[in-house]
């Protein structure tokens, strides 16, 4: 058997075509949504992250700024500048890259954007509304993605039992917030797993749909997976092959190969759930722009 693939690049542009569409009825009456994003030191990773969130945004037709502070920023500057943030009219929603350099504490940064304004979702306000269903919350765009795929993709969540690998702020528990919400895209009955579960590779096998977001490469093999279940792989993993240009390669945390010949529907790396993460990032900045413009 050979899964479907789930091609994040058509979802993702259909989501992002449908923001870009709301922007421009805001433009007509002079308004714009904005959205800043700071980023601290040279991680090369997240200038890649940066800069395509950028752009993205200047497609949508938003207003976008980026604030490059120095490795050798101090939390005090950090922190002056996201009260800088949260005070500007003309920004509806930023969010701080991830990592911070060890020099700075990541929860009080995090703990001080305006929660109207984080459209990161990772304010313990946000954390709280996503956990008790409240639909003013700004969800974290990679899990919000996720549940975006399953559903535009026809893929029933209610009544199925979703295992989830990965116990992290920013993917796993979000990721379970949003699969036991009633409603569409929710309703599953969740298994949260992590470095510390018994029998892994047991859990893994009892699941209809199966997140992994562990940040190990090619982790999930195809004895852990049930025939016919549908594999969303949340990694992004750089591996060493002296054959490719670059000297590295992308992988995710699923063996997709071997992987996709048992499952039902697998999510390709690169171009599956990476794809959807910027489109709900631009969701989330329309979001939190209507929700300040509904406060005004
Ligand atoms: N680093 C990796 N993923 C993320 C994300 O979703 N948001 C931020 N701010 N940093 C990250």
Same mark, same amino acid.
Do not use: W
């Given at each position: 058997?050979?899964?479907?693939?789930?091609?994040? %690049?058509?979802?993702?542009?259909?989501?992002?075509?449908?923001?870009?569409?709301?922007? $421009?009825?805001?433009?007509? !009456?002079?308004?714009?949504?904005?959205?800043?994003?700071? /980023?601290?030191?040279?991680?090369?990773?997240?200038?890649?992250?940066? $800069?395509?969130?950028?752009?993205?945004?200047?497609?949508?037709?938003?207003?976008?700024?980026?604030?490059?502070?120095?490795?050798?920023?101090?939390?005090?500057?950090?922190?002056?500048?996201?009260?800088?943030?949260? #005070?500007? @009219?003309?920004?509806?929603?930023?969010?701080?890259?991830?990592?911070? @350099?060890?020099? /700075?504490?990541?929860? #009080?940064?995090?703990?001080?954007?305006? @929660?109207?304004?984080?459209?990161?979702?990772?304010? =313990?306000?946000?954390?709280? #509304?996503? +956990?008790?269903?409240?639909?003013?919350?700004?969800?974290?765009?990679?899990?919000?993605?996720?549940?975006?795929?399953?559903?535009? *993709?026809?893929?029933?969540?209610?009544?199925?039992?979703?295992?989830?690998?990965?116990? +992290?702020?920013?993917?796993?528990?979000?990721?379970?917030?949003?699969?036991?919400?009633?409603?569409?895209?929710?309703?599953?009955?969740?298994?949260?797993?992590?470095?510390?579960? #018994?029998?892994? @590779?047991?859990?893994?096998? *009892?699941?209809? /749909?199966? %997140?992994?977001?562990?940040?190990? =490469?090619?982790?999930?093999?195809?004895?852990?997976?049930? =025939?016919?279940?549908?594999?969303?792989? %949340?990694?992004?993993?750089?591996? !060493?092959?002296? +054959?490719?240009?670059?000297?590295?390669?992308?992988?995710? !945390?699923?063996?997709?190969?071997?992987?996709?010949?048992?499952?039902?529907?697998?999510? =390709?790396?690169?171009?599956?759930?990476?794809?959807?993460?910027?489109?709900?990032?631009?969701?989330?900045?329309?979001?939190?722009?209507?929700?300040?413009?509904?406060?005004?």
């Amino acid at each position: 058997m050979s899964a479907r693939i789930l091609d994040g %690049v058509p979802l993702a542009d259909a989501i992002r075509a449908e923001v870009a569409a709301a922007v $421009k009825r805001y433009a007509g !009456d002079g308004r714009k949504p904005g959205l800043a994003v700071v /980023i601290v030191g040279e991680n090369p990773a997240s200038q890649v992250y940066v $800069k395509a969130k950028g752009k993205a945004c200047e497609e949508a037709g938003m207003h976008s700024e980026t604030v490059r502070l120095s490795e050798r920023t101090t939390e005090a500057e950090l922190l002056a500048t996201v009260e800088r943030l949260n #005070r500007d @009219p003309a920004i509806h929603g930023f969010l701080v890259q991830l990592p911070l @350099p060890s020099h /700075i504490n990541g929860e #009080r940064v995090l703990n001080a954007i305006d @929660p109207a304004k984080d459209v990161d979702g990772f304010h =313990p306000v946000n954390v709280g #509304r996503l +956990s008790i269903g409240d639909p003013t919350a700004l969800r974290p765009a990679t899990p919000f993605g996720v549940q975006q795929m399953l559903i535009r *993709s026809g893929i029933e969540t209610r009544g199925a039992h979703a295992v989830i690998v990965g116990r +992290s702020n920013i993917v796993g528990k979000p990721m379970a917030s949003l699969l036991i919400q009633p409603g569409t895209g929710g309703d599953a009955t969740v298994t949260v797993c992590h470095s510390k579960t #018994r029998d892994l @590779p047991a859990v893994c096998r *009892s699941a209809d /749909i199966l %997140v992994v977001a562990m940040g190990k =490469p090619e982790f999930v093999t195809a004895d852990m997976v049930r =025939p016919g279940a549908t594999v969303i792989d %949340v990694g992004i993993n750089r591996v !060493d092959d002296a +054959s490719q240009p670059k000297g590295y390669r992308i992988v995710g !945390d699923v063996a997709y190969a071997p992987v996709a010949e048992v499952a039902g529907a697998i999510t =390709p790396v690169p171009g599956g759930v990476g794809r959807m993460t910027i489109a709900m990032l631009l969701q989330n900045t329309l979001q939190a722009f209507q929700q300040a413009a509904g406060r005004a």
